[in-house]
C-alpha cells in the first residue's frame, strides 16, 4: 500500500509540470522585432557660400631697384635690411673720382669762357668810339662783336657742361625714389659697383598687390557669375577675398581683385589676377607667400550634412531611402567652408529622403524606421 501511494504522488506532480509547460508554451509568439530606427531628411533647397583657393604671391606696390647712376666705389652705406625709408633719403654713397674730374674741368672752362666774354666785351667797348670817329671800320667793329658773341656761346656751353657734370656727381648719393622698406644688401663698403648692379630694392607697401591664377575653365566659370557685359564691367562686382598668410592666419583686412591679365599664358593655360590689400601697419611684407580665398554665393542650392555621406574609392554616396529600405546613390559635391555640409550638383533631388546619421552601419537594402 505505501508503494502505491508514492507512485500517485509522482504522477501528481509530473502532471504539474507539464501543465506549467504548456501554460508558458501558449504565452510565447514568433514576432521578429522592427528594423532599427535611423535619422533622416528630406532633400530640400537653400542658400550657400563656397570658397575657392589659390596660391598667391605677395609685392609692394612699388618694387624698385636700386642701381647706381655711374661708375665707383661704395663709400658709405646709410641704411640696413628692411629699414623703413622716405622719398628722398639718401640710401649710399658712391666716391666717383671720374664726376669729380668732370666737375673740375667744367668749372675751368667755365672760368675761362668768362674771361674770354670780358676780353671780347672790353674789345667792343673800345672799339666802338673809334669806329663812330671813322678811325676804324665799320667791318673791324662787327667783327670784335662777333667774337664777343662768339665768347658768349663759349660761356654758355661751358655752363652746361658745368650743370651736367655737377648732376652727375649729384648721382653719387643714391636715394630712395619712394617711401618704403629695404631689401637684401647684396654689396658693402669698398664694393665696385656701375649702373649694371642692383645696389638693394625699395618697396612701397602701402599697399600690397597679391598675385595668382585661374586656368581657363576656372577663369570662365569665374567671369561667368559676375554681372556685366565687359570685364571691366564684372571686375566691379567682384566679391572682396581673403589672403590668409604662410603661417595659417588670416589677414584682417579684405582685398580686391583689380586687374585680370588679357592674356591667357601659353605655357601654363592661366591668366594673372591682381587682389590689392591695405597695408598701413606694415603687416605685409614684399615677397610673402599666401593662399587668396574667393567666395562664391549660391542660391536654390541642395545642401546637405556631409556626415549623411560616405567615401568609396574616389567617389562620395549616400543613402536614399526608397519603400523602407536604403539605397546606395553616387553624388557630385562641393564641400563649405566649414567643413560640415556639401552642396550637391548631381545625384539627388528635392524631396527625397536621406539617412543624415550613422551611415557607417548600414548596406545596401537595409530595411529602418524613421520620422516622418
Known sequence: MKRMYLSGIALTVLTLVLSCGRQQNVGTTNTPPPPPKYPTALVTTGAAELVAVYPATVRGREDIEIRPRIDGFIDNIFIDEGSAVKQGQILFKI???????????????????EAQVATAKLNVERMAPLAEKKIISPIQLETYRN???SALAIQAQALAQLKNAEATLSWTSVTSPVDGYVGAIGYRKG????????LTTVANTTTVFAYFSLNEKALAEFLGRLEGNTQAEKLKHTPEVTLTLADGTAYPYKGKIETITGVVNVSTGSASF????????????SGMSGKIAIPTYHNDVIVIPQKATFAQQDKILVYVVEDGATKQRVIAVEPTPD????IVHTGLTVGERIVTG?????VDGTKITFDN
Open 95 to 113: 666716391n666717383s673720382p671720374q664726376a669729380e674730374q668732370a666737375v673740375t674741368t667744367a668749372r675751368a672752362a667755365v672760368t675761362s669762357a
Open 358 to 362: 550613422g551611415v557607417a552601419t548600414l
Open 339 to 342: 567643413g560640415q555640409m556639401y
Open 191 to 198: 664694393s665696385l659697383v656701375n649702373n649694371q648692379n642692383v
Open 274 to 285: 591682381r587682389a590689392e590689400f591695405p597695408n598701413q601697419e606694415g603687416i605685409l611684407r
Open 147 to 149: 667774337a664777343h658773341s
